[in-house]
């Protein structure tokens, strides 16, 4: 079935990340929970967001903070019950907001009953429903692919002298998606959240699924990054596999078979963009696809202007593109783009919410929340405990939401020790924000709201305007934005129409010639426009 362009709530809207355990603690407990999202929807509906997509919420032991799953039908109870998510679904709804959630279908946990199973009883159904296999003849691993730490992906079990696959921690385990069972698993997974009313799925490490039949050995890869290969090893053959288009077609198929279409978005970890591309397939795979090649740009005017034009020039013609500059894994682009220099935190969300497609925001980007450097004794992560990279620690950009200037940041109650230990709250807090009209907070819900009104339902037309050294100028439906990445004041290279917002909050008069102040930008009607992308 092919469904309307209508019903693609997604197109030029913005989804809002949000990391459960780190938004608002309802039960003094020290972590955030379902109860505190649902205190804080009216918040969510002020600042202007179309959906939420939660960070897991599934039972979990926790090595890897819910992605390592061992119930794909509950709630963490931690976080909460079914009920409180349901509740917090019809509450969405009421105000016009849909609620994602995080599936994990690469692996799961190795306390999942499967995977119990699968090490258990000789002869189990379960024993290929995960990634098994024999040692090489000098007894070492089956292959030379290596988990995200770096270390052997694969772990020997003592009792049957076979290897299973993890490219994760250890205690998560790969999925075996040779196997049919494990495809019917998941078809019914999907439909018990489809059916409760969950408007769709962030897709952990979609472009995981199947791991080469033959196990064959990666190849070197000399030069490090974190899309092409890292640890000297390209990830070919234990990731990015041809077969993993055909799940997202079946998965593709249920989504559509709802009324309100599901929306599928993956976590397409890869740096070509026809490979992206790929994931949307014939319009028949993901609806939208997370653009890393973007998320590890630098913060220049050629290299972001590079990046969207080679992304749309990829993408098949009813694709959807999709930005997004922070996540619980890369870090806040606050500190990453910015360091922390709040005219590029203006500029980044001023890009962010004009160009065209939907648009990813993770919790605090609002406000211009940095990443916190935690001290090793607070740390949580385990993945990334013992990262040498600068930078490396996950933890940075996972500490509480800053609600207010208090000690607890507003995040739990008094006295209560948070899960992570609070950034830094002084400025960047809610509260704050919210009474000062100039602030960080109100323009990204200026901007929210001009996108809503001009992009809503569509993904605009964009074209790049020839611009001088160190801007970015481009059309985006019947806007224009203006963009300088440099710290000279700059001449604004097009004639434009009225100016509807700026990044620094300077008005200007309309239609004359306009001077770009140092990473200012300005979004403007574009002469003759009439308002209807
Ligand atoms: C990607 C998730 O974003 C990350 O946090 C997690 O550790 C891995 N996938 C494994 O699930």
């Known amino acids: 079935m092919q469904e309307s362009t209508a019903g693609r709530w997604w197109q030029g809207a913005v989804l809002y990340q949000l990391y459960v355990r780190s938004w608002l603690d309802s039960d003094g407990d020290g972590y955030g929970d379902l109860g505190g999202i649902i205190a804080r929807l009216d918040y969510l509906s002020w600042l202007g967001v179309d959906g939420i997509w939660l960070s897991p919420t599934m039972p979990s032991p926790d090595d890897d903070w819910g992605y390592d799953v061992c119930d794909y039908r509950g709630v963490h109870p931690e976080l909460g019950t079914l009920a409180d998510l349901d509740r917090l679904i019809a509450e969405a709804g009421q105000r016009d907001m849909r609620v994602l959630l995080d599936l994990v279908p690469n692996h799961s946990s190795s306390a999942h009953p499967w995977f119990v199973a699968s090490c258990g009883e000789p002869g189990s159904q379960y024993r290929d429903y995960y990634v098994w296999a024999d040692p090489r003849p000098d007894g070492g691993p089956p292959s030379n692919w290596l988990d995200a730490t770096g270390r052997s992906a694969w772990a020997l079990d003592d009792r049957s002298g076979q290897y299973y696959l993890h490219n994760f921690l250890p205690s998560q385990p790969d999925l075996n ?18 059916d409760r009313g969950v408007a769709g799925f962030r897709i952990d490490v979609a472009h995981g699924l199947y791991k080469d039949a033959k196990l064959r050995d990666n190849p070197p890869q000399p030069v490090q990054s974190p899309l092409a290969g890292r640890f000297g090893l390209r990830p070919e053959y234990n990731a990015n596999r041809p077969e993993t288009h055909a799940v997202f077609a079946g998965w593709r198929r249920i989504a559509e078979s709802y009324p309100a279409p599901r929306l599928l978005l993956g976590e397409t970890w890869v740096g070509e963009f026809e490979r992206l591309a790929g994931y949307y397939g014939h319009d028949d795979e993901l609806q939208l696809a997370f653009n890393f090649p973007f998320v590890f740009a630098g913060f220049t005017a050629p290299q972001l202007a590079g990046i969207v034009g080679a992304t749309l020039a990829a993408l098949p013609a009813a694709a959807c593109p999709v930005w997004t500059a922070s996540n619980h894994d890369v870090g806040r682009f606050p500190t990453r783009w910015c360091g ?67 000690p607890s940041g507003g995040f739990t109650e008094r006295g209560v020790m948070p899960w992570l230990p609070l950034g830094d709250n002084a400025v960047a807090n809610v509260a704050r924000q919210q009474a000062d009209r100039e602030s960080v907070l109100w323009l990204c819900r200026d901007l929210l709201s001009l996108r809503r009104a001009e992009f809503r339902g569509q993904i605009a037309r964009y074209e790049a305007v020839p611009a001088p050294e160190g801007q970015w100028v481009y059309r985006a439906g ?56």
């Not at 160009?355 to 940095?370: K, S």
């Not at 004041?489 to 008005?507: D, H």
């Not at 010639?513 to 426009?529: D, F, S, Y």
Request: charged residues 25%.
């Open 177 to 194: 998606w040779w196997e049919d069972a494990v495809h019917e698993e998941f078809r019914q997974i999907l439909a018990f959240w489809f």
């Open 340 to 406: 922390g220099d709040e005219r590029k935190a203006r500029l980044a969300l001023l890009i962010l919410a004009t160009l065209p497609g939907a648009a990813v925001l993770y919790y605090g980007d609002e406000i211009g929340m940095t990443d916190f450097d935690v001290p090793p004794e607070l740390r949580r992560d385990k993945m990334t405990w013992d990262d040498p990279t600068p930078r490396g620690n996950r933890d940075r950009a996972r500490t509480p939401m800053q609600w207010d200037a208090s």
């Open 478 to 533: 019947d806007l224009i934005v203006a963009a300088n990445f440099t710290d000279q004041p700059g001449a604004c290279a097009e004639p434009a129409g009225p100016v509807l917002l700026s990044s620094s909050g300077t008005p200007r008069p309309g239609g004359t010639e306009l001077t770009l102040a140092p990473w200012e930008g300005i979004v403007a009607r574009q002469a003759g426009g009439t308002g209807s992308s």
